[in-house]
């Protein structure tokens, strides 16, 4: 399931910094690993501590996590709707992704010169924002004008109900807000306002770049950014990439964890964006579990189970028959599958269980 994340952000604010450090984090854990699709995409794997733990009670062979795709899309300058800079590779870029990392500038450093001269985040959240509602308006007025005869005039129900989704959005876009504050009455016009592709309709999460002093409990800079966030309902995340550089440096689990307790966190910023990351697309984690390899597989939240026995072959889906579910907690518990078997603990599902997060799951099929 290639879904991506886009880090983006104005010049100089941290942002390629963070990608790199991304690109090390096979330094921080042995089950880290990154690779390269194109110059700017790294697939980057799910830290969970699930799966060392089922790994040790199963001892498999092989141990495979899950992962996701995080994307460096170009700094973004002033005018890029109308083609400045990068602007036009900068907006392909976005819209390509499934939700946004955006990263923003908390910390003063006279050495490290700001595009528009001063340090200021919620100003630089401005440009951006700006310029993506700028295309997505471009982009709703353009399919309004090719649908507005046809809804209003030719009895046409689905062109009216698209003509009722680009009004709505036209109207936030043209008051400065993103296409992701418009809320819609029922489903049809959910997945006509999905299949439009807005840039700004993408889920996003800020990331605060700060300085070591504020690593652990953010700044000034932080608290205003949380406060536009919690308007919007987005998400803060506080990392200082330039101690995250540090962090990769060091060769043992132990000098790192020592590292991150001297500044007051239990766990990395690069691990805690990823999972963000992994729960800003909404993704969840199964598990399969056996002696030749204990997997992670990546679902949706709210997938059933014949769609997640998808995710390992088609056929899984096609032909499903039933899932026998383990709880995560249960074979903790018990030690085995043996075990939980023994205790009755088992379930055996059919075909409208939702997956939860954590399930272990064996799919039985018929192709």
Request: hydrophobic share 40%; charged share 30%.
């Amino acid at each position: 399931m290639a879904l991506q994340c886009g880090i983006v952000g104005l010049p100089n604010i941290g942002k390629s910094t963070l990608f790199n450090c991304l690109s090390n984090a096979k330094a921080q854990s042995a089950n880290f690993p990154f690779c390269t699709i194109e110059p700017n995409v790294g697939v980057i794997t799910v830290p969970d501590e699930r799966l060392n733990k089922l790994a040790e009670l199963v001892n498999p062979q092989r141990i495979v996590p899950t992962t996701v795709e995080i994307v460096d899309i170009a700094g973004l300058v002033k005018g890029a709707s109308k083609g400045e800079g990068l602007g036009n590779k900068f907006l392909a870029n976005i819209r390509e992704t499934d939700a946004i990392l955006h990263v923003l500038r908390c910390f003063d450093d006279p050495n490290v010169v700001h595009v528009d001269g001063s340090v200021d985040p919620i100003r630089d959240k401005e440009i951006i924002d700006a310029e993506l509602q700028l295309k997505d308006l471009e982009t709703v007025e353009s399919r309004i004008q090719k649908v507005q005869k046809q809804a209003q005039t030719g009895g046409d129900k689905q062109a009216k109900q698209i003509y009722e989704v680009l009004v709505k959005y036209k109207e936030a876009l043209e008051q400065g807000l993103s296409a992701r504050t418009v809320t819609f009455d029922n489903k049809d016009e959910e997945k006509i306002a999905r299949e439009l592709f807005l840039l700004t309709a993408k889920p996003v999460l800020y990331v605060c770049n700060v300085d070591e002093a504020s690593a652990a409990t953010g700044n000034q800079y932080v608290e205003r950014v949380r406060e536009v966030a919690q308007k919007e309902g987005a998400e803060v995340l506080v990392i200082a990439a330039k101690i995250e550089s540090e962090i990769a440096e060091f060769e043992t689990y132990e000098e790192r964890q020592m590292f991150l307790a001297e500044i007051g966190l239990e766990e990395s910023g690069v691990a805690r964006l990823i999972k963000s990351a992994y729960a800003l697309l909404k993704l969840k984690t199964y598990f399969t579990a056996g002696a030749p390899e204990v997997r992670a597989w990546t679902f949706r939240d709210g997938w059933k189970a014949p769609q997640c026995a998808g995710v390992i072959h088609t056929d899984f889906e096609k032909g499903f028959i039933r899932a026998e579910v383990i709880k995560y907690e249960d074979y903790l518990t018990y030690g085995s599958e043996a075990a939980v078997k023994e205790a009755g603990k088992m379930g055996v599902e059919g075909k409208d269980y939702i997956v939860q997060d954590g399930d272990i799951m064996h799919f039985r099929f018929n192709v």
